[in-house]
Each structure stands twice: as structure tokens, then as C-alpha cells.
């Protein structure tokens, strides 16, 4: 049923790692070393936090709450950390893309629809004419609500493989 322990170490770490993940682009983008919406930043957050937190999250949770703690437990305290890191991050990008981020995302589109301009003909050959016209003019309706689902996705999806691995590492 409900787990309280498992919940609030999800929160207290998911939170955490939301709020470091989000510094940590906000960082990037002030210093302009990365626009905070490109794939680097994005990537580099993700792989670098998620299974940090998700690591710190298992690792607190088997020590103070469950020494024996097996697959399902193990993967439920990182899948859980996972979502609450996702939906922080993406929440706090959220609102800096509507208040500060503009620009960004102006700069962001240009980028994306040049990359895409550079790989025409690959492109082209994988999804077809059509496909290819159509993602290229969705790119100007990307706005900070569309970047945040992103952000969540792919921390969602990192997540999820992170937290499976981790779950067998901690298992008794």
C-alpha cells in the first residue's frame, strides 16, 4: 500500500536533485556556455543527476528504513525519486521559460531548424518530404510548456532504466 518512508525520501531527494538539475542549466545558460533548452545541457543534466539522486535515494532508504530491501522496493524508491526529480525540473524550467526565457527559446528554435537544414537530405530520406516540412514548421510553435514536457520525458525515461539497475544492484 502506501509507503510513507518510501515517499518521503523520494520527495526529499527527487526535490533536491530537481532543484541541482535546474541550477545546474541555469548555470550553463548565465555563464553562456549552453542555451539551456539544447541537447547538451539537457543530456548532460540528466545523466549527471538522475542517477546520482536515484543512487543517493536507494542507498538512504536500505540504510535507515530497509535492510533488507529487495527489487520491488529498490525500484520503487528510484522510480518515484525519478518523478519527483522529473517534474521539479521541468516545473522550475517551466517557469523560468515564461518569465526569463524568451530570447532562449527564440535561440533555441533557430539552432533546431538549422541542424535541420544542415541534415536535409538525411532527414528527408528517413521520415519523407512531407515529415520533414511538417517538424520543420512545428519547430516555431515550440514554447516553454512543450520544453518543459521534454525535460520531464527525458528524465522520466532515464529514469525508468536507472532506477531498474539500481533496484538490482541494492537488492538483498
Request: net charge positive.
Amino acid at each position: 500500500m502506501f509507503d510513507r518512508a518510501v515517499v518521503n525520501t523520494a520527495i526529499r531527494y527527487g526535490v533536491t536533485g530537481g532543484i541541482v538539475g535546474f541550477l545546474y542549466i541555469l548555470v550553463l545558460a548565465l555563464l553562456r556556455l549552453e542555451n539551456p533548452y539544447g541537447t547538451t545541457s539537457e543530456y548532460s543534466s540528466t545523466l549527471l543527476f538522475v542517477p546520482a539522486f536515484i543512487f543517493m535515494s536507494i542507498k538512504y532508504y536500505k540504510k535507515f528504513h530497509n535492510l533488507e530491501l529487495g527489487f520491488g522496493k529498490a525500484f520503487k524508491v528510484g522510480f518515484l525519486t525519478v518523478f519527483f526529480l522529473a517534474f521539479t525540473t521541468a516545473m522550475l524550467m517551466c517557469i523560468y521559460s515564461v518569465f526569463a526565457g524568451d530570447q532562449m527559446i527564440r535561440e533555441y528554435i533557430i539552432l533546431s531548424q538549422k541542424q535541420m537544414e544542415t541534415t536535409r537530405q538525411e532527414l528527408v530520406k528517413i521520415m519523407g518530404e512531407a515529415n520533414y516540412q511538417n517538424a520543420y514548421q512545428r519547430l516555431n510553435q515550440v514554447n516553454a510548456y512543450v520544453l518543459a514536457q521534454i525535460t520531464f520525458v527525458n528524465r522520466m525515461v532515464a529514469g525508468f532504466f536507472i532506477s531498474i539497475v539500481l533496484a538490482v544492484f541494492f537488492r538483498k
